[in-house]
T-cell receptor
Framework: GESVGLHLPTLSVQEGDNSIINCAYSNSASDYFIWYKQESGKGPQFIIDIRSNMDKRQGQRVTVLLNKTVKHLSLQIAATQPGDSAVYFCAESPRNGNQFYFGTGTSLTVIP | DAGVIQSPRHEVTEMGQEVTLRCKPISGHNSLFWYRQTMMRGLELLIYFNNNVPIDDSGMPEDRFSAKMPNASFSTLKIQPSEPRDSAVYFC????????????FGNGTRLTVT
């Protein structure tokens, strides 16, 4: 039969606009969350992390929001630039554990 | 500041051959992870080590796969014999485990088995 790959959500935004990438996680015991950026031909690169005792954390041009009630994580990128074009993954880890489980990813394309 | 170093970057081999992938973690990190990335299954954790000891190998697909970490600065992932369905990008990552620490990834080895 035909092989079907993962359906990767895609997001296209105009340069300068804000981007919001969403992620749903399944394990209510997950305690630590990370957003990674993966460019073509490279490994995932750490962007920002958040622990479950927080609901918001800000970095440079990026903000992560955590809603534990609905097990939802989002990444907001302000003033999106062409260099932000990549696949973005959320990853979750259990309390005091150090293994990570990754979501399927979202492909972000920034239109100049 | 050197990151995680993987070799080779690309490997093309014929079915049945042995393949060895290599990883040098970031100096001072005490946890090391092997992941596989495919279009079908995304990023899958294969195995991870703490202080050179394998902790969880439940993600290793089958007995053809084995991983070793003889010292804190080197790990190998071996596939013997290789099969076409092993074609994927294999990533190594390391972290300093002190209760939730981010993983730092290498740039991966793209394996093609024909």
């Amino acid at each position: 039969g035909e092989s079907v790959g993962l359906h990767l959500p895609t997001l296209s935004v105009q340069e300068g606009d804000n981007s919001i990438i969403n992620c749903a996680y399944s394990n209510s015991a997950s305690d630590y969350f990370i957003w990674y950026k993966q460019e073509s031909g490279k490994g995932p690169q750490f962007i920002i992390d958040i622990r479950s005792n927080m609901d918001k954390r800000q970095g440079q041009r990026v903000t992560v929001l955590l809603n534990k009630t609905v097990k939802h994580l989002s990444l907001q990128i302000a003033a999106t630039q062409p260099g932000d074009s990549a696949v973005y993954f959320c990853a979750e880890s259990p309390r005091n554990g150090n293994q990570f489980y990754f979501g399927t990813g979202t492909s972000l394309t920034v239109i100049p | 500041d050197a990151g995680v170093i993987q070799s080779p970057r690309h490997e093309v081999t014929e079915m049945g051959q042995e393949v060895t992938l290599r990883c040098k973690p970031i100096s001072g990190h005490n946890s090391l992870f092997w992941y596989r990335q495919t279009m079908m299954r995304g990023l899958e954790l294969l195995i991870y080590f703490n202080n050179n000891v394998p902790i969880d190998d439940s993600g290793m697909p089958e007995d053809r796969f084995s991983a070793k970490m003889p010292n804190a600065s080197f790990s190998t992932l071996k596939i013997q014999p290789s099969e076409p369905r092993d074609s994927a990008v294999y990533f190594c990552a390391s972290s300093f485990f002190q209760g939730n620490s981010p993983l730092h990834f290498g740039n991966g080895t793209r394996l093609t088995v024909t």
